[in-house]
């Protein structure tokens, strides 16, 4: 049989279905969209649960409903009941992200057609050989009072030519599918193939291999039969719609058909194998502790690009913990097993974005996003690894289990999670004492909840002092609905340098700083018997857990007694401006750019926003002009703000509040919402009562932070308005400078072009002038013997550009033994121009103009380069240039004569 790329076996089994009347249908995102049951998308028929659950009774597409469909989808098997990540790489055939092969009926075809149509793809359009293939049925059960699916073997002895005793039974264990405890459910019929020898097969019966965990006897593809309903009580119903659901993994089939014994070893994984072996100097297929390291990379590189690019950006919990576990993995072996020292796995992204450019473009589409995440924290990791993977190596050497003390040493100072550290004392025949990690994190936990309560240990700072026998308890914020608030100093700590004092108030209307919007501006109000009121500024105010550290020049005369704290209310009132602007300027850039937009930092205060954010590029000015007109839209339609306090974070979830990256929540949320079908968001920070407030939104600059991450700085409320009189005053300036005229823009317009035009007419007359000057240069050679004669010349007031075109000039106006150098003077910069030229004789003769021009500039402070007949270089030093041009003649004598 002729080898079957990979590409043409995904397009067979889509060509194949299409003709039997199936829709084509994408790929979901591997990050399920509006089902909180699922981490990832891990199976085909995820996106069509509202079907098999009866919310809808078929698919539509392209504005046609369909009752068959088919795909190949991005899957994720890594937790729970498919937790395969520890198997990957070991093994050659499980993955972390794969691709499901999988055809559906939605109340249509049944049993009968399913398996026609698996045996006539399998054999007769991909050739499998039918001795090797078995199937497995349902065997019955018992206690639900299911028989034996005696329809699915009659059909497969009536409608495929495999033989009687190819067909076995299996419990429901392996052959009844089931969505979870409740719903649809079914029996199924799996196909395997045997890929052993044709000596081992007439020794040992393939039948016996089936479900046996032999890598050589494996399963291929699944047909589930669904017919029944799961009750809450356990019991089984007859649906009225009965449904096919079938699966095969892509990469799995692939193997087969090109007749290799590892998934690896197909051209799917040939091209990120290839680039790894580059990246490392390696050879795959050489070694097995380095062909492990590279089966992990080339697994783990596919579930980190496309969980990314899907939304699932590295975290510490949820997804995004998923993510970075797989990530951490990859760069661990990368850098324990091949030597990868630096960031290398982002590099492959780029592979994958190629070669899954026609099947799944997201990834294309949004690759730079990818790789500067990836890269990012490759940067984290690798910062701490080192270190950590030294501490193991200690450990590992010298005991037989690597304590609960040092698993917790790993993961919190390292950054190992603990399956990493698992991992690494199986490969070392070690243990991990888990249980006793799990208490440490524990601890922690209660210690996180806890610090501050009797005192807190920070560098260069006392111990708290407690006032009035006073607790030290969770300071009470009571700004949300207050500037001013009656309070109680239940503690106090001097700073190390003793100019200020920190105090903790039981409560406190001041904001502290976090979520990006900076701490209010504020004072104590003091009463005093002798002047009546005193103030007391408050420097700073900052959140240490539960507790609001506010920083004062000094303690009250009197702590024991109480104080009034007073918020500034243009500070706040500023500032909140700015929060809410931030909240709207998320939405409209969600709205204009995409659902790939995410926070990635930002920094609210009463003079400015600044929203750093998720983006594959730089935006135009379409889009800036489009994001700034719906914020001032949300403005003038004067939303109302809707504050909901200490809502469950399952709930606010499940209502799809926006849950920023790498924020910590905890099981209560404040939830801010400026319209629900517009901005919803989980936020800690403070908002005016209505988007009217804000007055008017301007964007000042947009940026790039970093690659994949983008920038814009905006104002409102009174700083918009102070931008306004500005740009109002600017304007009115410019049209003084241009005589008030009626157009002055268009004025403006005529003197640039004015000048433009002045500005050619000018480099014209200083070409012309240079050239004339050629002519008295080209008199001035001096022979360096062997026919060879030296060109050298300092002309005044010639930038680079005139002087590398005087340089073409020599070289066309000289003959053959001709060498030019020519050198000139910035007087603004203090830079020195140097063009080198060589005729084409001597260039065949090995004189390089990039090699001499090299030395000739490292003689003036700098460096440079280019063709071999002519090359440019500046320098920092026209001081040293006459001594340079001095010393020329030697110079080029000396590389003639290594040249000869």
Request: proline content about 3%; aromatic content about 8%; overall charge negative.
């Amino acid at each position: 049989m002729a080898f079957r790329s990979s590409s043409q076996i995904r397009q067979d089994f889509l060509d194949f279905f299409a003709k039997k009347g199936h829709v084509i249908t994408p790929s979901a995102p591997v990050v399920p969209k509006d089902d909180p049951t699922l981490l990832f998308t891990n199976a085909g028929m995820n996106q069509f649960k509202p079907i098999f659950l009866g919310d809808q009774t078929d698919y539509e597409q392209d504005g046609k409903r369909w009752a068959r469909a088919a795909n190949t989808q991005k899957c994720i098997r890594v937790s729970g009941k498919h937790n395969d990540l520890e198997e990957v790489g070991i093994d050659t055939y499980h993955h972390t992200l794969f691709e499901m092969l999988g055809n559906w009926s939605f109340g249509n075809y049944f049993k009968k057609e399913a398996i026609e149509w698996a045996w006539e793809l399998l054999i007769d359009v991909w050739g499998l050989e039918e001795n090797r293939i078995y199937v497995t049925v349902f065997g019955g059960d018992e206690e639900d009072g299911l028989p034996v699916d005696e329809e699915a073997i009659e059909l497969w002895k009536d409608h495929t030519k495999i033989k009687p005793n190819r067909i076995l039974k299996f419990g429901k264990k392996d052959n009844f599918w089931e969505m979870g405890d409740t719903g649809p459910c079914g029996p199924c019929s799996e196909i395997h193939i045997d890929l052993r020898p044709d000596e081992d097969r007439a020794r040992v019966d393939g039948a016996t291999l089936v479900n046996a965990d032999d890598p050589r006897v494996m399963e291929i593809w699944n047909l589930v039969f669904i017919q029944f309903n799961r009750n809450s009580d356990g019991t089984l119903k007859t649906l009225p719609a009965q449904h096919v659901d079938t699966g095969m993994g892509f990469e799995r089939i692939c193997a087969v058909i090109q007749g290799q014994k590892s998934n690896y070893d197909s051209d799917v994984f040939e091209p990120l194998l290839s680039s790894i072996q580059k990246l490392s100097g390696l050879k795959y297929g050489s070694d097995e502790k380095t062909d492990i390291a590279m089966r992990v990379i080339a697994d783990h590189a596919r579930a980190i690009s496309f969980g990314i690019a899907d939304g699932a950006s590295p975290s510490n919990d949820g997804r995004g913990y998923v993510i970075r576990r797989i990530l951490r993995r990859a760069i661990r072996y990368g850098w324990d097993v091949l030597n990868l020292k630096k960031p290398f796995i982002y590099k492959l992204a780029d592979v994958l974005g190629q070669q899954f450019e026609s099947v799944f473009p997201e990834l294309q589409a949004q690759l730079a996003y990818v790789k500067s995440v990836i890269k990012a924290e490759e940067e984290s990791f690798l910062r701490t690894l080192g270190n950590g993977i030294v501490l193991f190596n200690e450990l590992a050497s010298r005991v037989k289990e690597i304590s609960g003390e040092d698993a917790f040493k790993l993961h919190d100072t390292y950054g190992f999670p603990i399956d990493l550290t698992r991992l690494m004392a199986r490969e070392r025949n070690i243990s991990v004492d888990e249980s006793g990690f799990e208490t440490l994190m524990q601890e922690q936990k209660e210690r996180a909840r806890n610090a501050g309560k009797f005192a807190v240990s920070d560098s260069g700072l006392s111990e708290w002092v407690t006032v009035a026998n006073r607790t030290l308890v969770p300071t009470n914020f009571c700004g949300y609905d207050s500037l001013t608030s009656q309070s109680s100093i239940l503690a106090y700590r001097t700073t190390g340098d003793g100019r200020t004092v920190q105090v903790v108030f039981d409560q406190t209307p001041l904001y502290a700083e976090s979520g990006g919007q900076v701490s209010d501006s504020g004072y104590l109000e003091i009463r005093d018997t002798d002047s009546g009121h005193i103030s007391i500024p408050v420097l700073d105010v900052q959140k240490k857990d539960d507790l609001f550290i506010h920083t004062l020049p000094k303690l009250p005369a009197s702590p024991e007694n109480s104080v009034r704290i007073v918020a500034e209310k243009k500070t706040r009132l500023e500032t909140q401006k700015h929060h809410t602007a931030t909240h709207l300027l998320h939405a409209a850039l969600r709205e204009v750019l995409g659902t790939h937009v995410t926070q990635k930092g930002s920094l609210v205060n009463q003079h400015k926003l600044r929203f750093d954010f998720s983006h594959f590029e730089a935006l135009s000015q379409n889009q800036l002009d489009e994001i700034e007109i719906i914020v001032n839209e949300k403005i003038q339609e004067n939303i109302s703000l809707s504050e909901e306090r200490d809502v469950p974070v399952e709930e606010a979830r499940k209502r799809g509040a926006m849950m920023l990256f790498g924020e910590k929540y905890g099981n209560k949320v404040r939830v801010i919402t400026f319209d629900p079908t517009f901005s919803v968001e989980l936020c800690g920070g403070t908002h005016v009562k209505s988007t009217g407030e804000i007055g008017y939104f301007r964007i000042v600059s947009e940026s790039s932070v970093a690659a994949g991450i983008r920038r814009i700085e905006a104002v409102g409320g009174m700083a918009a308005d102070a931008l306004l009189r500005k740009e109002k005053e600017t304007l009115q300036e410019l049209a003084a400078v241009c005589g008030n005229a009626a157009e002055p823009i268009r004025y403006i317009s005529v003197l640039a072009e004015e000048k433009k035009q002045l500005e050619k007419e000018l480099q014209k007359l200083k070409m012309n002038l240079a050239a004339s000057k050629l002519e008295s240069i080209l008199s001035t050679g001096e022979s360096l013997g062997d026919d060879t004669t030296l060109i050298k010349a300092e002309i005044e007031g010639q930038g680079m550009n005139e002087l590398k075109q005087l340089g073409y000039d020599l070289i066309n106006r000289t003959g053959n033994g001709t060498i030019g150098l020519l050198s000139s003077v910035d007087t603004e910069t203090s830079k020195v121009y140097l063009v080198v030229t060589v005729s084409e004789d001597l260039v065949n003769k090995g004189v390089k103009a990039g090699s001499l021009v090299g030395v000739l500039a490292r003689k003036v402070g700098g460096g440079g380069g280019g063709q071999s007949n002519l090359a440019t270089a500046g320098g920092k030093k026209p001081e040293l240039l006459p001594d340079m041009l001095a010393e020329a003649n030697e110079i080029v004598r000396d590389l003639l004569q290594k040249t000869q």
